[in-house]
């Protein structure tokens, strides 16, 4: 362990690049759990009065450059 | 939970003749890139096989197709093995021509179309959201962007000049 910044920060970059260099399907696995983990910490008064079901919010792919719904 | 069921639904609603061509985007279709993000839902771009008689483009073939076999429908949503999956037609040229340059990925023996890393990078650059700009430059620090078809991308698609305030904004002086 370290407190050097400089080295912080490659430590993390390394870990990034140690994960985005897994198998695919251990990365889909890794979605998974993420998508678990942010269902969990979500506050439960937020999923109650939306939806049952926890989405983002759509991304805007625009049409000839202007947004869509 | 699992999206490998996910993928495995749409390769099959596809062998079904429901849709015709498919790619997974978003932050899903980035992770066959990337190291994976926390995302809540998957985009999946479609073409639709026109129903007879119609002009109309219209999800409701994949609707009752997906309802028929458990899924369920929230919103635009279709929950698919407790992942909502938001079946996009193609928005833009860029969108078409993601769809139609989809490659084929591998995901333990189950094949699945995937955008690829510079269309999911101009997607981004076009969309220009907050984390869609984070994603683009997860994707230039990752180094998987070959610069020559991503800049013919943007030039297709007269990106070039968002992609030159989006130089300007993040990758000026950077160590």
């Given at each position: 362990?370290?407190?050097?910044?400089?080295?912080?920060?490659?430590?993390?970059?390394?870990?990034?690049?140690?994960?985005?260099?897994?198998p695919i399907a251990e990365k889909l696995a890794l979605l998974d759990a993420?998508r678990?983990?942010?269902?969990?910490?979500?506050?439960?008064?937020?999923?109650?009065?939306?939806?049952?079901?926890?989405?983002?919010?759509?991304?805007?792919?625009?049409?000839?450059?202007?947004?869509?719904? | 939970m699992n999206i490998r069921d996910v993928i495995q639904t749409i390769n099959q609603?596809?062998?079904?003749?429901?849709?015709?061509?498919?790619?997974v985007?978003?932050?899903v279709?980035?992770t066959f890139?990337?190291?994976p993000?926390?995302?809540?839902?998957v985009?999946v771009?479609?073409?639709?096989?026109?129903?007879?008689?119609?002009?109309?483009?219209?999800?409701?073939?994949?609707?009752?197709?997906?309802?028929?076999?458990?899924?369920?429908?929230?919103?635009?949503?279709?929950?698919i093995s407790g992942w909502?999956v938001?079946?996009?037609?193609?928005?833009?040229?860029?969108?078409?021509?993601?769809?139609?340059?989809?490659?084929?990925k591998d995901v333990a023996g189950t094949s699945v179309?995937v955008?690829?890393?510079?269309?999911?990078?101009?997607?981004?650059?076009?969309?220009?959201?907050?984390?869609?700009?984070?994603?683009?430059?997860?994707?230039?620090?990752?180094?998987?962007?070959?610069?020559?078809?991503?800049?013919?991308?943007?030039?297709?698609?007269?990106?070039?000049?968002?992609?030159?305030?989006?130089?300007?904004?993040?990758?000026?002086?950077?160590?």
């Amino acid at each position: 362990m370290t407190f050097d910044p400089a080295k912080i920060l490659e430590s993390k970059r390394a870990l990034r690049r140690d994960l985005a260099a897994r198998p695919i399907a251990e990365k889909l696995a890794l979605l998974d759990a993420l998508r678990e983990r942010e269902l969990a910490i979500r506050p439960a008064s937020q999923s109650a009065k939306e939806s049952s079901v926890l989405h983002e919010e759509p991304a805007p792919y625009r049409a000839g450059g202007k947004k869509t719904l | 939970m699992n999206i490998r069921d996910v993928i495995q639904t749409i390769n099959q609603m596809q062998a079904d003749g429901v849709i015709e061509h498919y790619a997974v985007g978003g932050a899903v279709g980035a992770t066959f890139y990337l190291e994976p993000v926390a995302t809540l839902d998957v985009d999946v771009f479609v073409s639709f096989k026109p129903e007879a008689g119609s002009v109309i483009v219209s999800p409701q073939r994949i609707y009752d197709y997906l309802t028929a076999r458990g899924g369920t429908v929230q919103g635009e949503y279709i929950v698919i093995s407790g992942w909502p999956v938001q079946f996009l037609p193609p928005a833009s040229p860029l969108g078409e021509e993601a769809l139609a340059q989809a490659v084929e990925k591998d995901v333990a023996g189950t094949s699945v179309r995937v955008f690829t890393a510079e269309h999911l990078a101009a997607v981004a650059l076009q969309t220009g959201r907050a984390k869609d700009k984070a994603r683009l430059l997860q994707f230039i620090e990752a180094g998987v962007l070959d610069p020559a078809r991503f800049q013919a991308v943007l030039a297709r698609h007269g990106l070039t000049a968002a992609w030159q305030r989006f130089e300007q904004q993040f990758l000026r002086d950077q160590p």
